[in-house]
């Protein structure tokens, strides 16, 4: 059970570049000014001003530290750009994942050196009809490692996807969503990523989300759905699918 919760920890984090405006799905937008967001899967944010939002996953903050600013910038033909932008500090999470026992899902004798992840992200959003909205977005991830290092990679799809940094160095990724409203309150999402990896390992490795969001006024909303991911892992004896659903439940303020 504590590795399952230290791996959805992991899997958290990554979802910071994955949000926008009020009861967020997926656009370029931001938070208007003041705006506080928080779910028991989404990470706290804030609107820092009309153009610049804030956010960190506050549970997960005690083993990964982490912080995204998103900044969206000016309008041209009709296509909103942001970029996106975080730190990541994974060294205390795989230190507690480096032991034997409860929550060992690295070998014991793993040698865990300083890592910091910096994340960037562009995001262009373009507004197909009245309701619908279609965002390509494109990324890089870079990894500054210092010390020693001996430990070998999480091979599961989804968290797989987030840790090879780690060991690579640098990482590319590019998608899209589509996100809209179905119904008065009742809007949804769905996103493609594509990632870049090892040539020599799992070269490519792919998520799909789609997701439902009931907002049932400013300060409350739930969503729910699902995520897959695939790595072509080349041993048959990993697995190189994995499926999760997803449901939360969110609070706004202002």
């Not at 968290?159 to 008065?184: E, K, L, Q, S, W």
């Not at 969503?223 to 048959?236: E, N, R, T, V």
């Amino acid at each position: 059970m504590r590795k399952i919760i230290l791996i959805i920890v992991l899997i958290s984090v990554s979802f910071l570049f994955a949000e926008n405006e009020i009861w967020s799905n997926g656009t370029a937008k931001t938070l208007p000014k003041g705006r506080i967001e928080i779910g028991i899967f989404q990470p706290f944010r804030y609107g820092l001003n009309e153009t610049t939002e804030l956010s960190t996953f506050l549970l997960a903050d005690l083993l990964i530290p982490n912080v995204t600013m998103k900044k969206s910038w000016n309008s041209h033909s009709g296509i909103e750009m942001t970029s996106e932008h975080s730190i990541i500090y994974p060294t205390p999470l795989l230190n507690l994942m480096a032991r034997e026992g409860a929550g060992g899902i690295l070998p014991n004798n793993s040698i865990i050196p300083e890592i910091i992840v910096y994340e960037n992200q562009l995001l262009f959003s373009y507004q197909i009809s009245e309701n619908h909205t279609f965002t390509p977005k494109i990324g890089y991830s870079i990894a500054f490692v210092s010390g020693e290092s001996d430990f070998p990679t999480l091979d599961l799809p989804l968290v797989y996807n987030r840790t090879f940094v780690y060991h690579n160095g640098a990482m590319f990724n590019f998608g899209f969503d589509f996100c809209g409203t179905i119904i008065p309150k009742l809007d949804y999402l769905i996103d493609f990523d594509k990632f870049m990896l090892d040539e020599d390992y799992a070269e490519f490795s792919y998520e799909h989300k789609l997701l439902l969001i009931w907002k049932i006024n400013r300060k409350f909303a739930i969503s729910g759905g699902y995520k897959l991911a695939y790595s072509d892992f080349p041993s048959p004896n990993q697995r190189n699918a994995d499926f999760f659903p997803l449901i939360d439940f969110r609070m706004g303020f202002k």
